[in-house]
């Protein structure tokens, strides 16, 4: 079947802007997440989302970051006021159990804030 | 705190050869183990996953791991590498207090002809 998907595959905007990256989970995968994939940082955690409960918030790095899953299926991350320390490739992944042990990655958004 | 780590930031091997990937974890209950590897520009794809029962697990690609408790250890292990594996591999443990995979640095693996 289809896996995660994610576009824009590449996202290039200036400083300042504000961007969306569009997520679009496996079916009928009740659980999902955004991570950041940066040189210096590695893999972060940024986001949680479980069903209709409350998102994990924990891992967003600033107020400037947000993320909403509308139905419980397609999710949008927006970083508002791009900053350059922005730059990295984001990744979803969405799993198909509570708890999410085995987690699904789509290819990925490369954000580069110039 | 949870965490992974990944001693060997860059492998290189033969091709043919054999591939030991170390990864050591630090988690206080039962761990959730996986190893990802990734192509360039491309996403993280899952190889292997342990969850209980058996420690030798089996994986795509010709991939295995052994989960070690006494060593908190969880090295992926190849007999024959192929040119194609040349990637770069995360090992992962799931937090479920926090439900979120926490990774290692990643080993990037390189294989000559």
């Known amino acids: 079947g289809a896996g995660v998907s994610q576009s824009p595959s590449n996202k290039v905007t200036e400083k300042g802007k504000d961007v969306e990256l569009r997520c679009d989970p496996i079916?009928?995968?009740?659980?999902l997440y955004w991570y950041r994939q940066s040189l210096g940082q590695g893999l972060e955690f940024l986001i949680y989302?479980?069903?209709?409960?409350?998102?994990?918030k924990s891992g967003l790095p600033s107020d400037r970051f947000s993320a909403e899953r509308t139905g419980g299926s397609v999710s949008t991350l927006t970083i508002q006021r791009t900053q350059q320390e922005d730059s990295a490739v984001y990744l979803c992944?969405?799993?198909?159990?509570?708890?999410?042990?085995?987690?699904?990655f789509g290819p990925g958004t490369r954000l580069t804030v110039t | 705190a949870q965490s992974v780590t990944q001693p060997d930031i860059h492998i290189t091997v033969s091709e043919g050869a054999s591939l030991e990937l170390r990864c050591n974890y630090s988690?206080?209950?039962?761990?959730?183990l996986f190893w990802y590897v990734q192509s360039p520009g491309q996403g993280l794809q899952l190889l292997l996953k342990?969850?209980?029962?058996?420690?030798l697990v089996q994986g795509i690609k010709g991939f295995e791991a052994e989960f070690k408790r006494s060593q908190s250890s969880f090295n992926l292990r190849k007999p024959s590498v192929h040119w194609s594996d040349a990637a770069e591999y995360f090992c992962?443990?799931?937090?479920?207090?926090?439900?979120?995979?926490?990774f290692g640095a990643g080993t990037r693996l390189a294989v000559h002809p």
């Open positions: 992944a969405s799993s198909p159990r509570t708890g999410g042990y085995e987690q699904y």
């Open positions: 079916s009928g995968h009740t659980a």
């Open positions: 989302f479980q069903g209709n409960s409350a998102p994990d």
């Open positions: 988690y206080g209950a039962t761990p959730y």
């Open positions: 342990y969850f209980s029962g058996d420690t």
């Open positions: 992962a443990v799931f937090s479920g207090g926090y439900n979120k995979l926490i």
